[in-house]
Protein backbone atom coordinates (compact mmCIF):
# COMPACT_ATOMS: atom_id res chain seq x y z
CA UNK A 1 0.00 0.00 0.00
CA UNK A 2 1.17 3.34 -1.07
CA UNK A 3 0.21 6.54 1.18
CA UNK A 4 1.17 9.92 -0.33
CA UNK A 5 0.94 12.69 2.67
CA UNK A 6 0.96 15.91 1.45
CA UNK A 7 2.20 18.71 3.89
CA UNK A 8 1.28 22.34 3.88
CA UNK A 9 4.97 23.38 2.77
CA UNK A 10 5.01 23.69 -1.12
CA UNK A 11 6.91 21.51 -3.10
CA UNK A 12 7.45 19.08 -0.46
CA UNK A 13 5.40 15.78 -0.12
CA UNK A 14 6.05 12.87 1.59
CA UNK A 15 5.49 9.24 0.36
CA UNK A 16 5.54 6.60 2.99
CA UNK A 17 5.55 2.91 1.71
CA UNK A 18 4.29 0.61 4.11
CA UNK A 19 5.37 -2.97 4.18
CA UNK A 20 4.09 -6.20 6.29
CA UNK A 21 4.13 -5.39 9.95
CA UNK A 22 3.07 -7.39 13.10
CA UNK A 23 0.82 -10.30 12.68
CA UNK A 24 0.64 -9.81 8.96
CA UNK A 25 4.24 -10.54 9.08
CA UNK A 26 3.70 -13.68 11.11
CA UNK A 27 0.87 -15.00 8.71
CA UNK A 28 3.63 -14.13 5.75
CA UNK A 29 6.21 -16.14 7.47
CA UNK A 30 3.70 -18.97 8.06
CA UNK A 31 2.44 -18.58 4.13
CA UNK A 32 6.35 -18.21 2.90
CA UNK A 33 6.91 -21.62 4.64
CA UNK A 34 4.30 -23.68 3.49
CA UNK A 35 4.91 -22.57 -0.09
CA UNK A 36 8.90 -23.19 0.10
CA UNK A 37 8.16 -26.57 2.32
CA UNK A 38 5.28 -27.29 -1.20
CA UNK A 39 7.95 -26.24 -3.73
CA UNK A 40 10.62 -28.68 -1.73
CA UNK A 41 13.05 -25.65 -0.92
CA UNK A 42 15.84 -26.58 1.57
CA UNK A 43 15.61 -24.91 4.82
CA UNK A 44 18.41 -22.62 3.65
CA UNK A 45 16.53 -21.52 1.19
CA UNK A 46 13.36 -21.72 3.19
CA UNK A 47 15.29 -19.11 6.07
CA UNK A 48 16.29 -16.74 2.92
CA UNK A 49 12.99 -16.02 2.07
CA UNK A 50 11.58 -15.64 5.07
CA UNK A 51 15.13 -13.21 5.47
CA UNK A 52 13.96 -11.18 2.64
CA UNK A 53 10.44 -10.63 3.33
CA UNK A 54 11.55 -9.24 7.19
CA UNK A 55 13.59 -6.83 5.05
CA UNK A 56 11.05 -5.07 3.65
CA UNK A 57 9.82 -2.48 6.03
CA UNK A 58 8.32 0.99 6.12
CA UNK A 59 10.38 3.59 3.76
CA UNK A 60 9.28 7.01 4.12
CA UNK A 61 11.39 9.82 1.56
CA UNK A 62 10.09 13.08 2.40
CA UNK A 63 10.94 14.79 -1.20
CA UNK A 64 12.40 13.66 -4.16
CA UNK A 65 16.01 14.81 -2.80
CA UNK A 66 15.57 13.54 0.17
CA UNK A 67 17.18 10.14 1.62
CA UNK A 68 15.08 7.02 1.55
CA UNK A 69 14.03 6.59 5.33
CA UNK A 70 13.50 3.06 7.31
CA UNK A 71 11.49 3.02 10.14
CA UNK A 72 13.30 0.71 12.69
CA UNK A 73 11.14 -0.94 16.11
CA UNK A 74 12.38 0.11 19.09
CA UNK A 75 14.19 -2.81 21.02
CA UNK A 76 17.00 -3.52 24.13
CA UNK A 77 20.12 -4.65 22.78
CA UNK A 78 24.21 -5.15 24.14
CA UNK A 79 26.21 -2.47 22.98
CA UNK A 80 30.01 -2.99 23.07
CA UNK A 81 32.20 -5.80 21.98
CA UNK A 82 30.03 -8.68 22.31
CA UNK A 83 32.05 -11.24 20.23
CA UNK A 84 35.70 -11.17 21.70
CA UNK A 85 38.74 -9.44 19.67
CA UNK A 86 37.57 -5.92 19.96
CA UNK A 87 39.35 -2.87 21.41
CA UNK A 88 39.20 -1.26 24.73
CA UNK A 89 37.37 1.67 24.10
CA UNK A 90 34.36 -1.10 22.85
CA UNK A 91 34.06 -2.37 26.89
CA UNK A 92 32.61 -2.31 29.18
CA UNK A 93 29.41 -3.84 27.14
CA UNK A 94 26.14 -2.59 28.59
CA UNK A 95 22.64 -2.75 27.79
CA UNK A 96 20.84 -0.32 25.61
CA UNK A 97 17.11 0.42 25.28
CA UNK A 98 15.40 2.16 22.52
CA UNK A 99 12.42 2.87 23.37
CA UNK A 100 10.81 4.76 20.22
CA UNK A 101 11.17 3.84 16.80
CA UNK A 102 12.41 5.94 14.28
CA UNK A 103 13.57 6.70 11.06
CA UNK A 104 17.05 5.88 9.60
CA UNK A 105 19.14 6.62 6.33
CA UNK A 106 18.39 3.36 4.54
CA UNK A 107 21.93 4.48 2.41
CA UNK A 108 24.41 6.63 3.62
CA UNK A 109 23.89 10.28 2.64
CA UNK A 110 24.81 10.80 -0.98
CA UNK A 111 26.45 13.20 -3.72
CA UNK A 112 23.16 13.81 -4.96
CA UNK A 113 21.79 13.89 -1.86
CA UNK A 114 24.51 16.97 -0.53
CA UNK A 115 24.21 18.83 -4.07
CA UNK A 116 20.77 18.74 -4.25
CA UNK A 117 20.96 20.78 -0.46
CA UNK A 118 23.89 23.03 -1.84
CA UNK A 119 21.85 24.10 -5.05
CA UNK A 120 19.20 24.93 -2.74
CA UNK A 121 21.79 27.31 -0.77
CA UNK A 122 22.42 24.68 2.20
CA UNK A 123 25.41 22.40 2.85
CA UNK A 124 27.78 25.96 1.67
CA UNK A 125 26.09 26.72 -1.21
CA UNK A 126 28.17 27.48 -4.13
CA UNK A 127 31.38 28.30 -2.64
CA UNK A 128 31.87 24.74 -0.80
CA UNK A 129 32.41 22.00 -3.07
CA UNK A 130 33.45 18.93 -1.49
CA UNK A 131 36.07 16.53 -3.76
CA UNK A 132 34.54 13.64 -4.99
CA UNK A 133 38.50 12.72 -5.61
CA UNK A 134 37.94 11.94 -9.08
CA UNK A 135 36.03 9.02 -8.22
CA UNK A 136 32.15 10.57 -9.13
CA UNK A 137 29.43 11.50 -7.18
CA UNK A 138 25.80 10.43 -7.91
CA UNK A 139 24.97 7.50 -5.78
CA UNK A 140 28.33 7.86 -3.83
CA UNK A 141 28.20 8.76 -0.42
CA UNK A 142 29.47 12.30 0.24
CA UNK A 143 32.72 12.72 1.08
CA UNK A 144 35.05 15.35 2.62
CA UNK A 145 32.32 17.06 4.82
CA UNK A 146 33.50 17.66 8.75
CA UNK A 147 31.22 16.52 11.49
CA UNK A 148 29.82 20.47 11.49
CA UNK A 149 28.94 20.21 7.54
CA UNK A 150 26.99 16.96 8.09
CA UNK A 151 24.83 18.54 11.04
CA UNK A 152 24.51 21.28 8.66
CA UNK A 153 22.64 19.18 6.68
CA UNK A 154 20.48 17.93 9.14
CA UNK A 155 19.68 21.19 9.58
CA UNK A 156 18.83 22.01 6.10
CA UNK A 157 16.53 18.99 5.50
CA UNK A 158 14.76 19.67 8.63
CA UNK A 159 13.59 22.99 7.22
CA UNK A 160 13.21 21.88 4.34
CA UNK A 161 10.65 19.41 4.86
CA UNK A 162 9.35 20.18 8.32
CA UNK A 163 10.85 16.84 9.58
CA UNK A 164 13.25 16.86 12.10
CA UNK A 165 16.66 14.87 10.60
CA UNK A 166 19.61 14.75 12.95
CA UNK A 167 22.76 12.53 12.82
CA UNK A 168 22.48 9.53 14.70
CA UNK A 169 23.52 8.57 18.54
CA UNK A 170 26.01 5.99 18.65
CA UNK A 171 23.55 3.96 20.31
CA UNK A 172 21.70 4.22 17.78
CA UNK A 173 23.74 3.44 15.01
CA UNK A 174 25.54 0.00 16.63
CA UNK A 175 21.21 -1.20 17.06
CA UNK A 176 20.90 -0.01 13.58
CA UNK A 177 24.34 -1.85 12.23
CA UNK A 178 23.06 -5.25 14.47
CA UNK A 179 19.65 -5.55 13.85
CA UNK A 180 19.38 -7.98 16.60
CA UNK A 181 22.64 -9.47 15.73
CA UNK A 182 25.16 -10.58 18.11
CA UNK A 183 28.55 -10.97 16.07
CA UNK A 184 31.24 -8.72 14.74
CA UNK A 185 28.84 -8.26 11.10
CA UNK A 186 25.22 -9.12 10.84
CA UNK A 187 26.59 -11.67 8.54
CA UNK A 188 28.47 -13.53 11.22
CA UNK A 189 31.94 -13.17 13.05
CA UNK A 190 34.12 -13.18 9.89
CA UNK A 191 34.44 -10.40 7.89
CA UNK A 192 33.42 -10.72 4.28
CA UNK A 193 35.34 -8.90 1.70
CA UNK A 194 32.18 -9.34 -0.71
CA UNK A 195 29.76 -8.23 2.01
CA UNK A 196 31.36 -4.58 2.36
CA UNK A 197 33.75 -2.23 0.77
CA UNK A 198 37.13 -2.41 1.94
CA UNK A 199 38.42 -1.63 -0.83
CA UNK A 200 40.30 1.50 -2.85
CA UNK A 201 37.97 3.62 -2.69
CA UNK A 202 34.25 4.61 -2.50
CA UNK A 203 31.81 3.02 -4.19
CA UNK A 204 27.89 3.75 -5.08
CA UNK A 205 25.72 2.56 -2.26
CA UNK A 206 23.58 -0.12 -2.01
CA UNK A 207 25.88 -2.47 -3.88
CA UNK A 208 26.14 -4.78 -1.45
CA UNK A 209 23.33 -6.81 0.65
CA UNK A 210 21.90 -4.95 3.18
CA UNK A 211 21.52 -5.95 7.07
CA UNK A 212 18.27 -7.08 8.71
CA UNK A 213 16.71 -3.70 9.10
CA UNK A 214 16.96 -3.29 5.03
CA UNK A 215 20.40 -0.88 5.53
CA UNK A 216 23.10 -0.67 3.46
CA UNK A 217 26.83 -0.51 4.19
CA UNK A 218 26.75 -0.17 7.66
CA UNK A 219 30.20 -1.97 7.40
CA UNK A 220 32.49 0.20 5.30
CA UNK A 221 32.60 2.37 2.39
CA UNK A 222 31.95 5.41 4.53
CA UNK A 223 32.87 5.72 8.20
CA UNK A 224 29.79 7.01 9.61
CA UNK A 225 29.46 10.59 12.14
CA UNK A 226 27.41 10.31 15.13
CA UNK A 227 26.35 12.60 17.40
CA UNK A 228 28.62 12.02 20.50
CA UNK A 229 31.61 13.13 21.22
CA UNK A 230 34.45 10.80 22.04
CA UNK A 231 35.33 9.19 24.63
CA UNK A 232 38.10 6.23 25.07
CA UNK A 233 35.52 3.75 26.77
CA UNK A 234 32.02 3.12 27.60
CA UNK A 235 32.37 3.94 31.28
CA UNK A 236 29.48 5.93 32.44
CA UNK A 237 28.14 6.28 28.80
CA UNK A 238 23.69 6.56 28.91
CA UNK A 239 21.74 3.52 28.60
CA UNK A 240 18.76 5.09 27.18
CA UNK A 241 20.23 5.39 23.53
CA UNK A 242 20.62 9.07 23.82
CA UNK A 243 23.91 10.74 22.19
CA UNK A 244 26.80 10.76 24.57
CA UNK A 245 27.64 14.74 24.82
CA UNK A 246 29.11 15.17 28.58
CA UNK A 247 31.94 14.00 30.12
CA UNK A 248 34.41 15.02 26.89
CA UNK A 249 35.86 18.29 25.59
CA UNK A 250 33.87 17.50 22.27
CA UNK A 251 37.53 18.20 20.44
CA UNK A 252 36.56 14.41 18.28
CA UNK A 253 33.34 12.66 17.36
CA UNK A 254 32.44 9.41 17.41
CA UNK A 255 32.76 7.57 13.37
CA UNK A 256 31.31 3.92 13.23
CA UNK A 257 31.30 0.92 10.98
CA UNK A 258 35.13 1.71 9.34
CA UNK A 259 35.28 2.46 5.99
CA UNK A 260 36.92 1.54 2.43
CA UNK A 261 40.72 2.65 3.57
CA UNK A 262 40.53 0.18 6.31
CA UNK A 263 41.21 -3.60 7.20
CA UNK A 264 37.85 -5.68 8.22
CA UNK A 265 38.61 -5.67 11.72
CA UNK A 266 37.92 -1.64 12.12
CA UNK A 267 34.26 -2.32 10.32
CA UNK A 268 32.99 -4.60 12.97
CA UNK A 269 29.68 -3.42 14.79
CA UNK A 270 31.31 -2.01 17.79
CA UNK A 271 34.40 -1.03 16.09
CA UNK A 272 34.78 2.83 17.15
CA UNK A 273 36.79 6.13 16.08
CA UNK A 274 37.09 9.67 16.33
CA UNK A 275 37.02 12.03 13.52
CA UNK A 276 40.22 13.71 13.74
CA UNK A 277 38.17 17.10 15.41
CA UNK A 278 35.41 18.65 14.18
CA UNK A 279 36.83 20.49 11.24
CA UNK A 280 38.46 18.04 9.85
CA UNK A 281 37.03 15.92 6.40
CA UNK A 282 38.62 13.15 4.97
CA UNK A 283 37.69 11.03 2.04
CA UNK A 284 36.95 7.85 4.35
CA UNK A 285 34.30 10.03 6.28
CA UNK A 286 30.54 10.67 5.50
CA UNK A 287 27.32 10.20 7.95
CA UNK A 288 23.75 8.51 7.81
CA UNK A 289 20.77 10.62 8.75
CA UNK A 290 17.86 10.02 11.10
CA UNK A 291 14.46 11.21 11.63
CA UNK A 292 11.92 11.55 14.10
CA UNK A 293 8.55 10.02 13.36
CA UNK A 294 6.86 12.34 15.61
CA UNK A 295 5.29 15.56 14.45
CA UNK A 296 7.92 18.57 15.62
CA UNK A 297 6.65 20.77 18.32
CA UNK A 298 5.82 24.36 16.98
CA1 LIG B 1 29.34 2.91 6.13
Redesign the pocket.
Given at each position: MILTISFDRPNVTCTEVQEPQGEVMARMRMLLFSLAVLAGLGVVSILAAIANAEQRQRVIQDCAVCPEMVVVPPGRFRMGDLAGGGFSDERPVREVEISQEFAVGRY?VTFAAWDACRAAGGCGGAGRVPSDMGWGRDRR?VINISWDEAKSYAVWLSKHTGQDYRLLSEAEWEYVARAGTTTRFWWGDEFDAGKANAGQQTVPVGAYQPNAFGLY????????FVEDCWHDDFRGAPSDGSAWTAGSDCEEHVVR???WGEEGKYLRSSARSGDDGQHGSYPTQ?F?IARLLQPRVK
Open positions: EPDVHGNVAEGGSGR
